[in-house]
């Protein structure tokens, strides 16, 4: 019996401490200055628990596709037989179908839209259950060969580990957004083995914004989670790239006519992925994904190349090795194949990534730009070279992310010389599908699919940078309606600013009281007090009935950022809230008050 009193007060105790120090951390990490060593430090951790969870994931997928694949490479769908090829993708598609089916339709989000969604929408906060939904959905799909990536759901892993991460330790929303933002970086950094493109892709890709104090926890956890990858699997990219240079700067001319061409061809790839997502919206899941994977197996029935994220295929066309035979024709025949098969099943929903099979399509159609060039122009570059710079084009141009595109050419190809031609034909890729054609990243216009927006206004960036702890007015006491007028007295001189009402009758309805307005009436009413002093009665105050100017209110917690108060004010019609624990006991604490001034203030500054 002791002893079982004796571990009641310990875990209370213990229970105590570390909520004491959450608290003490929720109003340091609202302020983005003042918690950055915390969240520099909560990165470091982020791209180790993310490195290890995209680890994971690259571990089953090969594991089993070494075990499933004649030659045993996991790329190798080749050496499977034209009806092997078809009947995996068909299956394929038909067990993710059902899969899915049985799941509620909140559970099948997944991806990187859902993640941006989610950071827009619900401050970060990713679902337990549709990151493990995506961890075997998409695992499946690509076992069984789907013409998509692994990229997009290592996204969506990461910035999961994230978000549970900072949900774990009850961090501030504006610090979740960040830790969400180092999940993302650390994913990309781990699939690609380039850190500095996983920080810039998170950045202009998912979380849409720079910021100085963003930059450092993204950075650790990119490092952290490129250095674990590394341990784990080597130093290989999963690309050969051969050190390439360009001829002369009259080449580069080719080069922007090319990544004119890939701009063409990133809007086909967008258009034909909407039209196929509009036009098949209203069939159940199952019969679309099993659609994909029947389609996705006739097409691989004669080209198997068209199958995975297809790395194999694109080594084979940076090198253009010549006893494979990839002539101008096949070349082609690859590019129109690959865009249309990917086309199909993002739009009819396989859950998993595009960004691979969108680096395939690029180095397609940048080598076959370097074969037509070989052809004109003898004396061109050589037509690896534009296979490369392809796969950059056709990444900034379909996700226009032109920084994150060119900081990947940068770091796979090691070479500073491929930089003035990167540049040349990523921006020229963006402008033509963006100026021309009207597409901005595929990511939105899926977004749009959904009824969905980026809700990315200046003000929405600003306010969600900052929590409400770090501007909160600290000075308020909590009363019930009904209180003596010594009690008053009492109340006021602890010098609160405001004093929040609370009606026993009916807890739901609360109003904030300004410190000032109680003082005022009390010194009016001097001479009721003395009456009663006279005739020893005790006034008793009906808060909620004396002159003064009450407010009505509603709580926030103290993890919220401005923009969540800011939303909160204008659907409750509401000028101020007070705030109170996100957790536990706390939620029971009041801590402040925010007013649309301090917002208004937080603002321009």
Not at 400 to 409: E, G, N, V
Request: proline share 3%; glycine share 8%; charged share 15%.
């Amino acid at each position: 019996m002791k002893f079982n009193e004796f571990s009641q007060r310990l875990t209370e105790f213990v229970r105590g401490t570390y909520h004491r120090f959450i608290e003490a951390q929720q109003v340091r990490l609202a302020s983005d200055i003042e918690g950055l060593p915390l969240l520099a430090l909560l990165g470091l951790v982020c791209g180790v628990f993310s490195g290890g969870i995209i680890i994971l994931f690259r571990l089953v997928i090969e594991s089993n596709l070494t075990g499933l694949l004649p030659d045993g490479n996991p790329e190798g769908f080749e050496s499977l037989s034209g009806h092997a090829r078809f009947l995996l993708c068909a299956a394929g598609g038909i067990v993710v179908g059902f899969l899915l089916h049985v799941l509620k339709s909140k559970s099948r989000n997944v991806g990187i839209v859902h993640v941006i969604e989610r950071l827009d929408y619900h401050q970060g906060h990713l679902p337990f259950r549709n990151a493990v939904v995506q961890f075997f959905v998409a695992s499946i799909s690509l076992i069984s060969g789907q013409s998509v990536g692994k990229e997009g759901p290592s996204v969506h892993l990461g910035a999961a580990g994230g978000s549970s991460l900072g949900r774990l330790l009850s961090i501030p929303n504006n610090g979740v957004r960040i830790l969400v933002g180092s999940g993302v970086a650390a994913a990309i950094s781990a699939a690609f083995d380039t850190p500095l493109a996983g920080v810039i892709f998170a950045m202009e890709v998912v979380i849409m914004e720079y910021t100085v104090v963003g930059f450092t926890p993204v950075i650790l956890a990119a490092v952290s989670a490129a250095s674990l990858t590394r341990l784990t699997f080597g130093d290989a990219s999963g690309l050969f790239v051969p050190e390439f240079t360009i001829q002369s700067v009259a080449d580069l001319p080719v080069v922007a006519l090319m990544g004119a061409f890939i701009g063409f061809i990133a809007a086909a790839f967008i258009q034909t992925t909407m039209f196929t997502s509009s036009a098949f919206n209203r069939y159940n899941i199952w019969l679309r994904t099993t659609i994909a994977g029947v389609f996705t197996g006739l097409v691989a029935f004669q080209l198997p190349e068209v199958m995975g994220t297809g790395y194999d295929t694109v080594d084979q066309l940076l090198t253009l090795s010549p006893e494979v035979g990839l002539g101008l024709t096949f070349v082609i025949l690859l590019l129109v194949a690959k865009t249309v098969t990917t086309a199909a099943a993002i739009g009819l929903g396989v859950p998993a990534g595009l960004i691979g099979p969108t680096l395939f399509i690029g180095a397609a159609a940048g080598a076959a730009s370097g074969l037509v060039a070989e052809s004109v122009l003898p004396d061109s570059s050589h037509v690896g070279l534009f296979a490369v710079l392809g796969m950059a084009a056709m990444m900034a141009a379909t996700l226009q992310a032109p920084l994150a595109a060119l900081i990947y050419l940068l770091e796979l190809t090691t070479n500073h010389a491929i930089i003035l031609p990167g540049m040349t034909a990523v921006i020229t890729a963006s402008l033509v599908t963006r100026v021309v054609f009207g597409k901005s990243s595929i990511y939105r216009h899926l977004m749009l699919a959904k009824g969905l927006d980026y809700r990315n206004s200046p003000l929405a960036k600003a306010l969600r940078r900052v929590g409400v702890a770090s501007v909160m007015d600290r000075k308020i006491l909590q009363q019930s309606r009904h209180v003596l007028e010594s009690d008053a007295f009492a109340l006021l001189k602890q010098e609160p600013r405001w004093v929040l009402i609370v009606d026993k009758d009916d807890d739901r309805k609360t109003s904030l009281l300004p410190a000032t307005d109680l003082a005022r009436y009390l010194n009016e009413q001097q001479e009721n007090r003395i009456t009663a002093k006279s005739t020893g009665e005790e006034i008793t105050l009906d808060l909620l009935k004396i002159p003064a100017k009450r407010l009505d209110t509603t709580s926030i917690t103290i993890i919220a950022t401005l923009q969540e108060a800011h939303e909160k004010m204008n659907s409750e019609q509401c000028e101020v809230l007070y705030i109170n624990g996100a957790h536990g006991d706390s939620k029971k604490r009041i801590y402040g008050v925010v007013t649309r001034e301090h917002i208004e203030s937080s603002y321009r500054v």
